[in-house]
DNA sequence: CTGTTAGCGCTTTCAT
DNA sequence: ATGAAAGCGCTAACAG
């Protein structure tokens, strides 16, 4: 292999500075337009830094000035629509703001999540966006201390952290008030895992809904499930398996609406025809699935440019601004009336 | 709000040195196993370290040794599951690492993306790993010598840039032999995007399959599409509106297929009875519509691992070993023997 | 085994 | 308007 191409040592400001015959805080006041610079020395600064190819160490400028032009964000799960759309909130929400992010997963594990924010603390991060965190109140508020964040899934309000909360009881609510409106009397629903919050809140309103309606809460139409695409075909197995009747399915989201749909499909029961479903998230995919999914309509990506904007606020110090677009339910074609 | 709990002045390693009564040296000693140091001082420092919450500072760390433990990561779609696959592939090559990996998005877009590697650059990334890029292999070539960079969609093999790349000419092959082996003739294909290399690769491969098997090619069932779900929609309707004759089709990408079975529902065209359908990725869904689908599995998850891997050994002048695992034709509900 | 010293590349007073 | 100098927090010779 030729070694003329060989790694070119990157050029300092200094390099710069000599080459255009001034000192370094002129190259820098250019860089940062922090002074006027005498229009010819200009010239010849920038003329340098372009045909030295120089870009100046963020890590250097970071340490000096303190701020690291950097934001944390921290996801449960690396690759899932879920978090993907909501991080695409806060792509769009950074752009043209000089920020960059790192994205690091707690893989649903509060443990592994504080270890995670501890690494992006060490990173000198300049604030926190936390997805569908684990970790308690309190922790978050330590951790706020060193740097501003703010948090998806609870309801803050302090100085240097803030966070935003969607309406889970009602959103499940409007989905099963839906599906009793079409005149459902007998509706399963493929819970999330117990221990999650905004499980429980699902199931919540999946309760007040039967309850408004008096209609009965039947603990066996109630499976848990975990959230995945497997779990939703296992539960409808089971609801099928312990002979239950019911006339519509309310998945606590879309992978196990999708995972149920498939079971429905095995068993050649047509949905919506014989029996009808809803979800809740509306990912992207959602729309496409064969029938289209009936479902809530969480504004993932709203919520990414929230967070992402009331972050940067928290960091200038400016006032928040800026709330959640409601829920929503999406009706396509997963649901029909009864009879 | 309450004052106490503000913002703790984080604490440096010079702090730690004082509080342990030791010199600055012997602290960063502890901290890097640079050298062998007494067990009294070890002790004090630990404890300084322990309860002043120290960390070291990654920019300092980063500037004077002129390593950032971050390396960069660049897809053209910040919320796509293809690249999710990937990503949680490098995510698993990182981890126990000591690195984290900043995600930029070139956006499908050759500009943004030289942009964006400027970016990484200039935050001195340790490496890069480029993601279907666009940018030329000249491009590729002198951003490597800056840093290292590993990439996907070519082939690469040079002292600082390597590449991998799949064969999306067999894959496509083995996806429509197996749809002639089934007893199709008339084989509709919703191709990629034009300028796609990929795109271009797998259409040539249909076209050999088609040829081997002495078929016709009809340019009437070859309909443009981009990979995105709408267009495959759309490229079938407008098969439909032609009045072509075709009992299987093959899509460029499982997200065009998902489109395609939408509108083949629409229509009331049963899958696979009346039309067979195949994909290509094989993306973590695709085993859950309904029905599963027929696709070529593209290691997404292995190729993020395997270039993680590469892109560590060539920051650390080691060589580079791993090979991507062949594409593999998954065999699920979507296509049926025809008659 | 441990402290002193000199920077890494940049910004920012402080003079001029 | 511009340069000299100090220093952000850390590591790595170099002495001892």
């Known amino acids: ?12 400001l200094l390099d710069v500075a000599r080459r255009a015959g001034v000192s370094p805080s ?4 250019i860089l940062n337009g922090t002074a006027r610079v005498s229009e010819d020395k200009r010239v010849a600064v920038l003329a340098a830094i372009d045909d030295m190819h120089f870009a100046p160490n963020q890590m250097a400028q970071g340490l000096k000035k303190g ?21 695409r909130g806060v792509d769009d929400g950074l752009r043209g703001k000089g920020y960059t992010s790192v994205i ?10 504080a270890d995670r924010i501890r690494l992006l603390l060490g990173r000198k991060v300049d604030g926190i966006i936390l997805l569908s965190g684990r970790i308690s109140e309190q922790t978050v ?16 309000h302090t100085k240097n952290a803030i966070g935003f909360k969607i309406d889970n009881e009602y959103g499940a609510y409007i989905a099963v008030r839906h599906l009793i409106e079409l005149g459902h009397r007998r ?41 995945h695409e ?27 609406a999708y995972g149920a749909r498939l079971c429905l499909y095995r068993k050649g029961i047509r949905v919506p025809d014989d029996i009808s479903l ?42 928040v601004q800026g709330t959640v677009p409601p829920l929503e339910l999406i009706v396509r074609e997963t649901t029909r009336r009864l009879r």
Request: glycine fraction near 6%; charged fraction near 20%; aromatic fraction near 8%.
């Open 26 to 29: 002129t190259v820098s006041r």
């Open 278 to 319: 809803v979800g809740f998230d509306d990912l992207p995919g959602s729309s496409y699935t064969a029938p289209p999914l009936t479902t809530v309509h969480q504004p993932l990506y709203d919520i990414g440019l929230i967070a992402t904007n009331a972050l940067l606020c928290l960091i200038n110090g400016e006032a």
């Open 104 to 113: 690091v997963s707690g893989h649903w594990n509060a443990e592994e999540e």
């Open 141 to 156: 508020l330590h951790f706020a201390n060193q740097r501003p964040i703010v948090s998806t899934g609870r309801d803050l």
């Open 230 to 256: 497997a779990s939703g075909l296992l539960a409808v197995n089971h609801l099928f398996d312990t002979q239950q009747q019911f006339t519509a399915i309310f998945a606590a989201n879309d992978l196990s």
């Open 187 to 227: 509706i399963a629903y493929v819970s999330g895992p117990p221990d999650n919050i905004d499980a429980a809140e699902r199931l919540a309103g999946y309760t007040r809904a039967l309850r408004e309606a008096d209609l009965a809460l039947d603990a066996r139409l109630i499976v848990e499930g975990n959230f």
């Open 67 to 87: 701020r690291s032009m950097t934001i944390g964000i921290v996801v449960q799960d690396i690759s899932s629509p879920f978090f993907d759309e909501t991080l």
């Open 1 to 12: 292999m030729i070694d003329e191409e060989s790694s070119t040592p990157p050029s300092t």
